[in-house]
């Protein structure tokens, strides 16, 4: 049912914990499941420097959590800002249709983390 990647990143989740005085933090979540994420970004001039989550969810959900920050970190606001749900399905070897949803709440995260350190820094660099 789930990839070997999904249950690596499920099993040994990167990037766990809090951000003290975070950049950017992003929270969002799907009552429908009952999965809720947030996201701490470290930014300094346009580049995640850190980023960390946490995730109260279902086994993809974390697994999505963990690979999303993967794929964040070290890049641009402006790069993150392009990351898809389907780019986090496809790094983790594919999700049931099932779960998709979790992909979606991740990318939702990082752009909610994102949003709000552009409204705390209208004027900094994105890229």
């Known amino acids: 049912m789930y990839s070997e990647k999904v249950?690596?990143?499920f099993s040994n989740p990167r990037n766990v914990g809090e951000i003290e005085n975070a950049s950017g933090v992003g929270t969002v979540g799907n009552a429908k499941c009952g999965d809720i994420m947030k996201i701490f970004l470290d930014i300094e001039n346009?580049?995640?420097k850190d980023v960390k989550f946490k995730t109260f969810g279902c086994g993809a959900a974390i697994a999505t959590s963990s690979m999303a920050?993967?794929?964040?970190?070290?890049?641009?606001?402006?790069?993150?800002?392009?990351?898809?749900?389907?780019?986090?399905?496809?790094?983790?070897?594919?999700?049931?249709?099932?779960?998709?949803?979790?992909?979606?709440?991740?990318?939702?995260?990082?752009?909610?983390?994102i949003d709000d350190y552009i409204a705390k820094n209208p004027d900094a660099p994105l890229e």
């Open 7 to 9: 249950m690596d990143h």
């Open 69 to 113: 920050t993967e794929m964040i970190k070290g890049k641009t606001v402006k790069e993150a800002l392009t990351l898809t749900n389907k780019a986090v399905a496809e790094a983790l070897d594919g999700l049931p249709e099932v779960k998709m949803h979790c992909s979606l709440l991740a990318e939702e995260a990082v752009k909610a983390a």
């Open 46 to 48: 346009g580049i995640i």
